[in-house]
């Protein structure tokens, strides 16, 4: 059976599919000829659906066990971001809830735990439980690999929650697991990173140089007009990193504008280099020594004192 006319107008899981004679390997292929969304663990979508809030709802919404409360990644997702493991593009991410009563479930589709929540803590989203994004936030903050964990703040930053009800908020996990890592982060976050990597990237940042990164810095030409803007850049030391993801930056129409871009950067006198997912995520060559090394030759170019 391949007609999706017969399924649901709305998400469905694989039990549903099941009913109507829709098996685990139709679903996959479904899935392969980009006609169905995998949404979530044992969630599927038509996808000539948007993936809009409503449509994110009614998913979370079929497999959230009684008195359960979304959180972490998945509360993010109903908040509007995408925070989900870069895995999610291959495999479809559990919903992620904590069971009011400390209950852990066993269920495929669903990632539960125990969570010290209050009152305050919890919101709703079209009827769905959540953590809000202040709590949320915060979690993620200190629950995330680090790289990951400055992406998450910088987007609920972007997202509108003040950075000073962060900085307050976080009192009260004195305690709490890796409570550490969200103070450090928390005062580094900026609204103005524009992706996950380009948070990761500005963290390699602050691991290798103490002089501070400008997100989004634009080069001037000579009347005072921006030309290019830089992912991150320092232009007293006229030194930038750039991320170069592969959506962008793999086509040879963008290959070529990429050339043309850095060779009018150098001819400004910048040094700028590209990184890409391998540097950022796996360290290979690690970015804290080729932050360095950039930064070395554009202090040697311009005979500037050290400053880092």
């Known amino acids: 059976m391949r007609d999706l006319s017969l399924l649901p107008p709305g998400p469905f899981t694989t039990a549903m599919a099941a009913d109507l004679g829709l098996g685990g390997r139709d679903l996959h292929a479904l899935v392969g000829e980009r006609r169905l969304h995998r949404l979530l663990v044992g969630v599927y979508a038509d996808a000539s659906l948007p993936l809009d809030l409503a ?3 009614r998913a ?3 497999v ?3 008195g359960g ?3 972490d990644r998945t509360a993010a997702w109903l908040h509007g971001l995408d925070l ?3 895995s999610s593009v291959f495999e479809a991410p559990p919903v992620e809830v904590y069971v009011v009563g400390g209950t852990r479930m066993r269920r495929d589709a669903v990632d539960s735990g125990t969570r010290a929540l209050l009152p305050r803590d919890v919101t709703e989203i079209g009827g769905v439980p959540v953590t809000t994004p202040l709590r949320t ?3 993620l903050a200190r629950l995330m690999w680090r790289y990951d964990a400055l992406g998450a703040i910088d987007q609920y930053l972007a997202l509108g929650v003040p950075r000073e009800e962060m900085l307050d908020e976080l009192g009260r996990f004195r305690g709490f697991r890796w409570v550490r890592q969200a103070r450090m982060l928390v005062p580094l976050g900026d609204p103005r ?3 996950m990597p380009e ?5 390699h940042w602050y691991d290798a140089l103490t002089a501070p990164p400008e997100p989004q810095l634009w080069v001037l030409d000579d009347d005072g007009h921006g030309v290019y803007r830089l992912d991150l850049g320092n232009e007293a030391m006229r030194y930038g990193a750039e991320y170069d993801g592969r959506q962008h930056h793999t086509a040879s129409a963008d290959v070529a504008y990429d050339e043309r871009r850095r060779r009018w950067l150098d001819g400004r006198g910048w040094e700028v280099d590209p990184f890409t997912q391998r540097h950022v995520y796996d360290l290979s060559p690690h970015p804290v020594d080729v932050l360095q090394a950039g930064w070395e030759r554009s202090r040697a170019r311009h005979g500037l004192r050290r400053t880092a």
């Not at 948070?199 to 963290?203: F, G, K, Q, T, W």
């Open 60 to 62: 979370v919404s079929l």
């Open 55 to 57: 449509l994110r709802i």
């Open 199 to 203: 948070s990761a990237l500005r963290l």
């Open 64 to 66: 959230l066990p009684p």
């Open 69 to 71: 409360v979304v959180v």
């Open 137 to 139: 936030c915060l979690d």
């Open 84 to 86: 989900f493991r870069r």
């Open 193 to 195: 990173a524009e992706s």
